[in-house]
């Protein structure tokens, strides 16, 4: 067990004199370096970033440092001076801000600072005000982009403070990298990376960690900061993980030689150090992180098409002598930079410099560059649409099983239906292809979070527009978010199709259709499908129950269609508040007039009453299972207990071991699994589709509820991963069932 208070009063450098009698200053070509605005090429490496780290202070001054993104392009640039992104929490940034982007499996850091220029829900907007490339030997240290390394044995916390809340201390042991925010006097902020062999900061007590300064660029923007305020704040990674520590706190530098001894490497310490008393450590899931699938196989950037900033660094220093006194003559730096093959010397040149650096600290083993690194990642199946059973094709777009899309129009159908028209928003749009009846899960940004909700297409397939209907459910964030906010011009992201409630390739001649309230749009896309086909003699049947009149969902085109197609199509309405609800009888009285053909399918959609007498009364008509089909839609908005603990988990596949990772509290073992490249099945991410069924072979779950696992299937010890927490440490098995 560490013992409290273990450190007696380090000496403290307090003065700009002291801190640069050991770290130096910094040469004229790292001040030149940085520009006023985005460039082109700072503009290149924003469009294929997907994460970010941000620190800012909120409005009451609390310091934070967080990781956001999740996508590449997430951070939109509307000028070379302003960008805009959204920020998920309750986080309320103010004033200066500053950022490092980070682009996966490349070393070279973009940083950026700016001070926020307005707020907008989660939307935050802030104006550029310098940006410049950072070395790449806090991602070489910290071997970021490497296959994780096994995490050791997790030290006892002795004490009361913060670093003993559950997960902290484990988490710190295994995270080699992390964003530090500080800022000066005046609120100037900066955020730099902090990498280290093993744990980037390191446990002296419960109250107090250390984390070792060794030689950089000389810039020392956070030892100088410190020095004018002494708050801060990290966010801390590790390989592998989607979780993210926060840790803030007040800092002094020392250069006591005893502490500085215990963080040598190969006989060489660092030449200062942060002492940090924490004020508060905690360990969440984090979205961004999770989407961005950073060990992903694959996820890496390939060097051939990676912005190359080295390259945008010398640009950054040509731009900037061209404005300053006594720096290299600005011609003659970009005369060199024009030189055919100069950007690949200069890389050579930067590696070489890291790797020498780099040794002199005390590292070795280092592969500097980074860039398109592919040697030593695992080879797996694919966890993005690979390791989806069947649902239909694909999703569309590469690297990513979502699918950002445009809203095109909204449709008013009934005072609570709306029906969204989507259309594809990638650089090369294509149809939506998928069966009649099955369903798409929308994905929107919802309060700086992404919330997932599953709609049945409404449209024919093959369109370069998608349809989905969504009924106003009260209460129900996604569907108020639909009807309150979502406007044509708005974006969303899809993933689908899923399900296996749709018509066959080859369908029959005769379909009956059953549906009450929005079970009525995925009737709707198979009665649009077969009656697109105007040489076609089939024969559609639809009861469809509705509240009133008003609430009719497609009801002058279901009138239009039948008078166009008498032969083909009929549709009896059922008026709850005139009629009362369809029981039994009256679906029999309706099939047996119909007089359906032996061979017809029957289709039903609606509450769970509608449908067990619609099948009630099948089965008693002699009507054999396999003509019978059903969707039971499932929505929950939680787990019944709230996990707040990092947990293990273990894959396996047919009782072979595939990986093991760590879900993140409030994440899901679906979410856990492909963050960490697991090739994990699923496909709606909502529980209603049971693509994403695993066997739960030990330790305990929650899962919401209700959800489509029939009660054998939970008998046998299945669980849906996309809708399951682990209450324990668990193995999955994600063999076929």
């Not at 995270?175 to 902020?189: E, I, V």
């Not at 695993?694 to 489509?708: D, K």
Request: hydrophobic letters at 35%; proline letters at 8%.
């Amino acid at each position: 067990m560490q013992r409290e208070n273990q450190v007696s009063a380090p000496r403290r450098l307090t003065t700009v004199d002291e801190v640069e009698a050991t770290v130096g200053r910094p040469a004229p070509a790292v001040v030149l370096k940085q520009i006023s605005s985005l460039d082109e090429g700072c503009r290149t490496v924003l469009a294929r970033c997907p994460i970010a780290a941000l620190g800012y202070r909120d409005a009451d001054g609390t310091s934070r440092t967080t990781f956001i993104g999740g996508v590449p392009g997430f951070a939109h640039v509307h000028s070379p001076t302003r960008i805009s992104f959204s920020l998920p929490g309750a986080g309320d940034p103010r004033g200066p801000v500053s950022f490092f982007f980070l682009l996966p499996g490349v070393g070279e850091i973009l940083r950026v600072n700016g001070s926020v220029a307005a707020r907008k829900g989660a939307e935050t907007t802030v104006d550029i005000q310098q940006a410049y490339v950072h070395c790449a030997q806090a991602v070489l240290r910290s071997r970021l982009w490497q296959p994780p390394a096994p995490a050791g044995p997790v030290t006892g916390v002795a004490g009361d403070g913060p670093l003993c809340r559950p997960g902290v201390a484990g988490f710190l042991a295994a995270a080699p990298f992390l964003a530090l925010s500080t800022w000066d006097a005046s609120g100037g902020s900066d955020t730099s990376p902090r990498g280290d062999r093993g744990a980037a900061a390191r446990i002296l007590d419960s109250r107090t960690l250390v984390i070792p300064d060794r030689k950089g660029n000389k810039r020392a923007d956070t030892l100088h900061n410190l020095l004018q305020d002494d708050r801060l704040s990290f966010a801390a990674l590790v390989p592998g993980r989607s979780g993210v520590l926060h840790v803030r706190g007040r800092a002094a530098i020392t250069d006591d030689p005893a502490l500085l001894e215990t963080m040598a490497l190969r006989g060489m310490p660092p030449h200062l150090a942060l002492l940090i008393d924490v004020e508060h450590a905690e360990v969440t899931g984090n979205d961004a992180v999770a989407r961005a699938r950073l060990w992903t196989p694959g996820a890496h950037l390939d060097r051939s098409t990676a912005p190359n900033l080295i390259a945008i660094a010398g640009e950054h220093l040509a731009a900037g002598s061209a404005d300053a006194e006594g720096g290299p003559p600005a011609f003659l730096l970009k005369l060199v930079g024009a030189v055919p093959g100069v950007s690949g010397l200069l890389r050579l040149a930067a590696n070489r410099l890291y790797r020498s650096g780099l040794r002199k600290e005390g590292y070795e083993d280092l592969e500097p560059g980074g860039e398109g690194r592919r040697r030593g990642l695992p080879r797996r199946r694919p966890a993005d649409g690979g390791g989806t059973k069947d649902a239909g094709p694909k999703d569309a777009g590469t690297g990513s099983p979502l699918r950002e899309v445009r809203v095109t129009e909204v449709r008013r159908q009934t005072p609570t239906a709306v029906t969204l028209v989507l259309e594809d928003a990638g650089r090369n749009p294509g149809p939506f292809d998928f069966r009649p009846g099955q369903f798409f899960t929308l994905v929107a940004d919802i309060g700086g979070r992404p919330v997932r909700r599953a709609y049945s297409a409404s449209s024919a397939p093959g369109s370069s527009r998608l349809e989905v209907t969504v009924k106003h459910v009260e209460g129900g964030r996604f569907s108020g978010y639909v009807h309150r906010s979502l406007r044509a011009g708005d974006r969303l992201a899809v993933r689908g199709p899923s399900g296996s409630f749709h018509t066959e390739p080859q369908p029959p001649d005769e379909i009956v259709l059953v549906a009450a309230g929005s079970g009525v749009t995925p009737m709707m896309s198979m009665i649009r499908t077969r009656l697109a086909d105007r040489q076609g003699r089939d024969r559609i049947a639809l009861l469809y129950s509705s509240r009133s009149t008003d609430e009719i969902i497609f009801a002058e085109e279901l009138t239009r269609l039948a008078k166009d197609h008498p032969g083909r199509l009929s549709v009896t309405h059922v008026l709850t508040s005139r009629d009362g609800r369809i029981e039994a009888d009256g679906v029999r009285r309706w099939i047996t007039g119909l007089a359906p053909a032996r061979d017809a399918h029957y289709y039903t959609c609606g509450p769970e009453p509608l449908m067990d007498a619609v099948q009630g009364v099948l089965a008693g008509l002699g009507v054999p299972a396999g003509l019978v089909h059903q969707e039971r839609f499932a929505s929950a908005a939680g787990t019944g207990a709230e996990v707040t603990v990092p947990r293990e988990m273990t894959v396996e596949e047919d009782g072979h071991a595939v990986g093991t990772v760590v879900v993140e509290p409030g994440q899901t073992l679906l979410d856990a699994g492909l963050a960490a490249g697991l090739p994990m099945p699923y496909s709606c991410t909502v529980g209603n589709c049971g693509d994403c069924m695993v066997r739960l072979r030990s330790g305990e779950v929650t899962q919401n509820e209700p959800n489509c696992l029939t009660p054998q299937q939970r008998a046998d010890g299945y669980v849906l991963a996309c809708v399951s927490c682990p209450l324990s440490k668990v193995t999955l098995d994600i063999a076929d069932p």
